[in-house]
């Protein structure tokens, strides 16, 4: 397993000369800022990005997230469905076709949601989520835009049923492709959100969409914080995803509490003995990367801190796993 940095969009110069401070590896991608009309990604940017991270001695490691409006009906079920999931098709050929191994999705067509940011350790700004300062529609304007639904709320049968269809559209395409998909759990980790049936809010949720379409190229963005976010057994979730070679990258973070009602937090203060989550890592042979995700915002900083600490931190249980343990 190696380190990487990720969660940003861009690969300025900057960014890329942080990277090579910190001594990473390489660079994932979150939504990358690339021409996005044609409701999919060309092969012509998607080279250009692999060259550039490239061209600095780093590897792109992976891409997470299209732009919502690439795939919001097939979540939905909604008429254009079926347009989409060709255009999906299509980012992931060029994707293969680039040499991109990776592309990091979620089923969540309303979004992360997070209540006001408190303050964490050292008054250091944190995200949090707290289930009683909901207030919301039956559904949130995002979704109501699309204008097409037939109830008040989107059932999980019907969520089920849209993410199957998706997923044996495009699993055969990213077997041929050789690009892995990689599922990030629903943020905050509850069954309805907005009048939204969310469906990778427990670990089950998880086996339940791996057995549906199997394939060596379908597995996990294993987002430890959201895992942390459901409540107990962490550890154990790497284990047994770990052990059937589903984890294809890691999100090391925490949160301290748990639904419905959780802080973000700096890595080692939170729920998750973060030393028995990457000993239990080595243990499965987990041999992809791992990066920071959501950080503390610290004083006076412009992004950098926050993740210099948590890749720092990082590396460091890394190192000491390897050698140690």
Not at 285 to 308: K, L, T
């Amino acid at each position: 397993m190696h380190v990487a940095i990720g969660q940003f969009s861009e690969l300025t110069d900057e960014r890329l000369t942080f990277a090579e401070q910190l001594g990473v590896s390489g660079v994932q991608l979150n939504t990358p800022a690339i021409p996005s009309e044609k409701g999919y990604w060309q092969y012509s940017h998607l080279k250009s990005l692999k060259d550039k991270a490239e061209d600095r001695g780093l590897r792109l490691e992976a891409l997470e997230n299209v732009p919502i409006h690439f795939y919001d009906k097939v979540m939905l079920g909604l008429p254009g469905c079926d347009q989409q999931i060709e255009n999906y098709q299509k980012t992931i050929t060029n994707m293969g076709k680039a040499g991109i191994p990776i592309l990091g999705y979620h089923w969540m067509p309303n979004g992360v949601w997070r209540t006001p940011p408190v303050s964490g350790r050292g008054g250091a700004a944190v995200t949090a989520f707290d289930a009683d300062l909901i207030d919301v529609q039956p559904l949130t304007a995002g979704v109501r835009k699309l204008d097409m639904l037939k109830g008040n709320t989107i059932s999980h049968s019907e969520m089920w049923e849209n993410y199957i269809r998706f997923m044996e559209a495009v699993v055969p395409v990213a077997e041929e492709s050789g690009v892995k998909l990689a599922l990030h759990p629903d943020d905050p980790p509850i069954p309805m959100l907005g009048g939204v049936a969310r469906l990778f809010y427990e670990p089950g949720g998880f086996q339940q969409a791996l057995d549906a379409v199997p394939s060596p190229n379908s597995g996990l963005d294993f987002c430890m914080g959201c895992f942390s976010e459901m409540g107990p057994g962490v550890v154990e979730s790497i284990r047994h995803f770990g052990r059937m070679d589903k984890i294809f990258y890691v999100h090391f973070r925490d949160v301290q509490g748990h639904v419905p009602c959780f802080q973000e937090c700096f890595i080692g203060e939170g729920n998750v003995d973060v030393i028995d989550a990457m000993r239990t890592l080595k243990e499965v042979g987990f041999s992809g990367f791992i990066i920071d995700d959501h950080v503390p915002d610290m004083i006076s900083d412009s992004n950098y801190s926050g993740r210099a600490h948590a890749t720092g931190y990082i590396t460091a249980l890394v190192d000491a796993v390897m050698k140690l343990c």
